[in-house]
Each structure stands twice: as C-alpha cells, then as structure tokens.
C-alpha cells in the first residue's frame, strides 16, 4: 500500500530571530496544510534545511510534526545521510516518534556506486520496520540511482517501497516505470513536471510549491486521477512562472521568501544560505500575484 497518494509538501523549518527552530510555527504549519488538502507532510528534507539542524533539532522537528499531524494526515520524515551509520541513527530515531515513512537521500559528497546505493539503502532499511521512499536527486549530490538499481532496490527489499524521481529527465522516469512495471511507487521531485511523471504512472508529488498553494497542488493532482486530465494541465501550466520563480534560487531560499510574504514565517534561512537578492525577490513577488496569491 502507497504510503500517500497526491500531494506531499516538502515543509520548510522555521526559525525564530535568533536562528532557533520556532517549534510553535512548525505546529501552525501543520495545521495550515492539514486544512489545506496536503496529502502528506516531509519533514526535514532539503527544503526543511535538514543540513544545518543539529541531531537534537532534527529529531525534535520530527517528533513535533509527528504530534501536531496525530495521524490525520501522513507524516515522513527525512532522515538520510553520506553516512550510512548517521541515516540508521536518524531513522531508527524517526521510526520511535510514530512516523509513517522515511525519505533518504542518496549519499552526497563521498557519492558511491551503484552497489554502494544497493548496500547502503537495504541496511538502512533493515534496521527499521516503516516504508522507505528513496531520494534521487543528482543535482544536489552528484549520485544517480539509475532505474535498474531502484527497481532491484524494490523487488528485494521489502519496505523501499518509493522514489522521490528529482532528476528532471522524463526519460530516465520512463525507463524506471518501464522496468518497474508497479513494483516502485514514483513521486514526482519537480513541481514543474507533476502531471507529466503522473502521465507515466506516477502517483504524486513531494512538493516545494506546496508549501505556497497547497490546494492547487492537491488538486492538480486529484484531477488526473480522476480522470480530468484538461484540469489536471491548466493547473499544471498555471503553475509554471511560480515554480521558475521559487526555483530562481537555490531552494528553500525563495519558498522562505515565499513563506515570509504570507506571513508564515520570518523567511529566515541559516547558513550558508542567504536572504533572496532583491531582483530575485522582485520576481517572486511578482509571480505571487500574477498567480492570484494574496499577501
């Protein structure tokens, strides 16, 4: 059974002036996209700024949006890590908060081979019980999973169930759901390119754009399903200049932003992020409302 279907939102962290997590944010979060038709809440991944928290503030972020969601909607957390070591830690320590599943990104940095991806996401997964959705995202750490590796990943471990597909190459998508044939739920990475991955059999999306319209998102994915593909498009390409504009950036800086405009948040990043360059803002803010985003 898919952990979740439709619209996952990759949440971002909020922190207070003095650059700690404001945890009573966090909570207001997830109340917002509970009330907002999310399908499901990741928590601590990369635009939950998961690289600057310390263990403590990792765990602590997780165990609150585990107890603020209270199984209303599912909640998985980001746990992964270069370190195989650490992503065991971590995620043996996500699994103890009451967590549905877990997304683990491919090692970054150090990188590994093909073998090394097998060896280092099936002992991450036999140290926990819950689902994993693996995270391929080459941009970010230099590591691809290649289709033949996630599907050998799926059909000898029982609990890698997903992927989160943020490679951007539609080919490589369906070649993976080729091979799979059902084996491997997809997630859409790229907000840009949601209903073409559901198109290849694709069951959602973990959403940056979510976290600005998290209804929308929602819908454009409950559209397809049900069979209304035309909807399903316009919202899709409605989307296009708001995903360039939350992108102009390395993200979260400009969902931060985007956070901070609706007053969610005080758009606060840690370093070595940066606050938005003002053009970049500008454009942002543009985006917004052409799109029909009050603020």
């Known amino acids: 059974m898919s952990i979740f279907t439709g619209s996952g939102v990759a949440m971002v962290t909020p922190f207070k002036e003095n650059m700690e997590v404001d945890y009573e944010k966090l909570r207001e979060l997830v109340e917002f996209h509970v009330e907002h038709k999310t399908d499901a809440i990741i928590v601590c991944g990369t635009s939950g700024e998961s690289s600057t928290l310390t263990v403590e503030e990792h765990l602590e972020c997780i165990a609150v949006v585990a107890e603020q969601a209270n199984g209303r909607i599912p909640v998985i957390a980001g746990t992964g890590s270069n370190d195989t070591t650490t992503a065991i830690e971590l995620s043996q320590e996500a699994e103890k908060c009451g967590v549905d599943g877990l997304l683990i990104v491919t090692p970054y940095y150090n990188k590994c081979t093909q073998n090394g991806l097998i060896e280092h996401y099936t002992r991450i997964a036999e140290s926990v019980d819950i689902p994993i959705i693996m995270y391929n995202v080459p941009s970010r750490t230099g590591t691809n999973i290649l289709p033949a590796t996630a599907v050998k990943l799926a059909k000898n471990v029982k609990n890698i169930v997903a992927i989160k597909e943020a490679s ?5 998508v369906a070649e993976l759901a080729h091979l799979a044939n059902g084996c491997i739920d997809i997630y859409s990475g790229n907000d840009d390119q949601i209903l073409p991955l559901m198109s290849l059999g694709g ?15 929602h819908d454009l994915c409950a559209k397809f399903f049900e069979g209304d593909t035309e909807g399903s498009r316009e919202l899709q390409l409605k989307a296009i200049d708001l995903c360039k504009a939350l992108f102009c950036e390395v993200n979260p800086i400009p969902v931060k932003k985007a956070t901070q405009l609706l007053g969610q948040t005080n758009g606060k990043v840690r370093l070595p992020l940066t606050e938005m360059e003002p053009e970049h803002a500008a454009q942002l803010e543009k985006a917004m409302r052409d799109y029909g985003i009050e603020f």
């Open 168 to 172: 951007g190459n539609i080919s490589q």
């Open 203 to 217: 069951i959602g999306v973990i959403s940056v754009t979510a976290n600005i319209i998290p209804d929308d998102t």
